[in-house]
């Protein structure tokens, strides 16, 4: 069965970085899409970043310049680079395997603090 599991998150100030991984297994993941969205308290859960399986990236507004999203077929891994951090940028992070209806992880807390 499809399983992922994230981690990397933790407690960061303003203006640090944190890489968050996640782990996949039981899908082809070099021939799928990957992608990471986030929920911050009392919000819906949104879209940060998507990782085709040809490596090419989209980004949302809000992370353009910020995050970078990357994967390693061999490692079946997908991370999210995050650097200059802000208190907006804290939530749960959650990776999607864009594979049929989609799986999701358990998800990992990033807190930044001013």
């Known amino acids: 069965q499809v399983q992922l599991v994230e981690s990397g998150g933790g407690l960061v100030q303003a203006g640090g970085s944190l890489r968050l991984s996640c782990a996949a297994s039981?899908?082809?993941?070099?021939?799928?899409?990957m992608a990471w969205y986030r929920q911050a308290p009392g919000k819906q859960r949104d879209l940060v970043a998507i990782i085709n399986s040809g490596g090419n990236t989209r980004y949302v507004v809000s992370a353009k310049g910020r995050f970078t999203i990357s994967r390693d077929n061999a490692k079946n891994t997908v991370y999210l680079q995050m650097n200059s951090l802000k208190p907006e940028d804290t939530a749960v992070y959650y990776c999607?395997?864009?594979?049929?209806?989609?799986?999701w992880g358990q998800g990992t807390q990033v807190t930044v603090s001013s």
């Open positions: 039981g899908f082809i993941f070099s021939a799928n899409a």
């Open positions: 999607k395997a864009l594979v049929s209806y989609g799986y």
